[in-house]
């Protein structure tokens, strides 16, 4: 991948383009490089589906801020090691407006005098094969990483107008007031360095506004819950000849890689007493007959949706009666949740209606210390020692979508048709809490479906993954008929 040699820089590049192993190419090879090139042949491209959606959210954008300079970049690539980058995916606020995205593009929506936006999406510019940048810029150049969409594919994909990035500078220059996303590229921070105004209001606003889905964004919902539905079945299918945590992970990701764009976040797989702990991801343990798998786990569509799910499996195919205790209570709050969600319900109802029945249950598996009752008053919660988190979040192009949205709309706000959550109540008993009885030490279940708020109530988007107890070990076993042994 690199060469190794002199160093050097080549006139014109950015410094990250270069690094002190590069060569310094000869004049002579310079001059050779950059004669000879018939214009490379333009691939189709095609206007990105949905295109008025984006042009209706950009359009409600502009209504928000009139007269005001809005810049959105799409990201800079982020450093893993020394020269190398993690895979890049642009930032959520870019891709709810445009759809996809390049590093270092920048939407600006300019104030037009007589109201309203002019909207343009600055761009790398097709490559120029008289510049030595196409074969030297290790960042940016086409021998190294492949062409750019450039200008013209960029108008025609987005339908909008299509900037060069060399003029951004100049076009930010020329204002002094307006909303920035800041902290997602470096150079654009610097640009805008002297633009004031409610940049934390932009982040709340865009926000807000992916609240309520349109229909492409149920459409892509449902398409990356559908491939995670497919990913699960891998996994189970593949159980009996894995071994280990990363084996688990490895399954899930491969079908999130080759018919999506990645796994929405990092998958964890957690066998025996690895499920107690909510965030595991080092994914380094066995599987072993006996226990239990939770794996909570999205694919990420190639348009950046991302499905979250979580299902605890009996790792040989059936439940003991003491897992199976644990998770038929953690099914029936889950139940619970989804009966509250409906349009005009609190957010929080599904996680109060889940709340109740798991402190009921334990309750009278007489491990709380008071009644469920004096448990669920604000002042007490001891059951939340064994269920530890909220039942929902809201979905979408993050998997904890909306994060910026004023409080008293999400979580504190009704819910609305077209919104997208999670409903995910869980039970957790630590392997040396005292105060578990010691045949559910060790347990951990989480059950996490994906819902969409519709006109008359709700629906579950990834129902066809099963859940219930009986129905679990009864898909398991007909992944496994056939196989020898």
Sequence with gaps: MKDSGEGGAVAGEPERSRTNYDRTPPGALLQFMTTG???????????????????????RLSEMFPGMLLVVPSGVGKVRANDTEYPF???????????????????VMEPRPEGGHTVRLYSEPEADFSRSEFFTDRVKGV????????????????????????????????????????????????????????????????????????????????????????AFTDVVRELPTSATERDVEVTFFRRARSRGNDTGYSTIAAAGSHATILHWSHNTGQLRPGELLLLDAGVESNRYYTADVTRTLPIDGHFTPAQRRVYELVWRA?????????????????????????????????????????????ESQLHQRYTLHGVSHMLGLDVHDCAHAAQDLYPRGKLEEGMVLTVEPGLYFQPHDSTVPPELRGIGVRIEDDVLVTPDGHRVLSAALPSQVDEVERWMAAQWAGRPG
């Design 37 to 59: 090139w018939d214009p490379p042949e333009a691939p189709p491209v095609e206007p990105i589906s949905g295109a008025e959606l984006y042009r209706q959210r950009r359009q």
């Design 89 to 107: 995916r642009p930032s959520t606020d870019f891709l709810y407006l445009v759809g996809e995205g390049e590093p270092d593009e920048v939407l």
């Design 143 to 230: 021998f190294w990483v492949g062409p750019r969409r450039g200008l013209v594919a960029t108008a025609r994909r987005f339908g909008v107008e299509a900037g060069p990035l060399g003029e951004l500078p100049q076009v930010l220059g020329a204002h002094d007031r307006g909303a920035v996303m800041r902290g997602v590229d470096p150079a654009v921070d610097r640009m805008a360095a002297d633009i004031a105004g409610p940049d934390e209001e932009l982040s709340s606003r865009l926000s807000e506004m992916r609240l309520v889905k349109d229909s492409l964004e149920v459409d892509l919902l449902q398409e990356a819950i559908d491939l995670t539905v497919a």
């Design 334 to 378: 889950q139940q619970a949740g989804f009966e509250e969600v409906r349009p005009g319900a609190d957010f929080l109802a599904a996680n109060r209606a889940a709340q109740a029945v798991l402190a009921r249950g334990l309750e009278e598996m007489g491990i709380l210390p008071v009644s469920a009752e004096e448990s669920l008053t604000a």
